[in-house]
Nanobody
Framework: QVQLVESGGGLVEPGGSLRLSCAAS??????????IGWFRQAPGKEREGVSC????????DYGDSVKGRFTISSDNRKNTVYLQLNSLKPEDTGVYYC???????????????????WGKGIRVTVSS
């Protein structure tokens, strides 16, 4: 059984930065065995893939709307994945979810259907 806990969200002004953390735990669990994805959802909108990482295959990916502004990274010893959010815009506002799924031979994708365990989410609000 895998547990995922997001942290680091909050309120930030446009142009500001936040760093989100996803701490994974479970008996015998290591993030090196899985793909880790970040997703977000604004009220009334569809869930959007933000980023993903596969340390096993040394692969990352980003959604087009965040490419060049967000950076995903991991600390495998801590079983933690980070998402650095820079140059934030009001349209980045939403609940951000961390998720895990089986490793893919291609690395990872920002597709919700690839993931089977989800955290409860954490709010990010970008507003002036």
């Amino acid at each position: 059984q895998v547990q995922l806990v997001e942290s680091g969200g909050g309120l930030v002004e446009p142009g500001g930065s936040l760093r989100l953390s996803c701490a994974a735990s479970g008996t015998g669990f290591t993030i090196d065995y899985v793909s880790i994805g970040w997703f977000r959802q604004a009220p009334g909108k569809e869930r959007e893939g933000v980023s993903c990482i596969s340390t096993r295959y040394d692969k990352t990916d980003y959604g087009d709307s965040v490419k060049g502004r967000f950076t995903i990274s991991s600390d495998n010893r801590k079983n933690t994945v980070y998402l650095q959010l820079n140059s934030l815009k009001p349209e980045d506002t939403g609940v951000y979810y961390c998720a895990t799924g089986p490793p893919l031979g291609i690395g990872c994708r920002t597709l919700a259907g690839d993931y089977d365990h989800w955290g409860k989410g954490i709010r990010v609000t970008v507003s002036s």
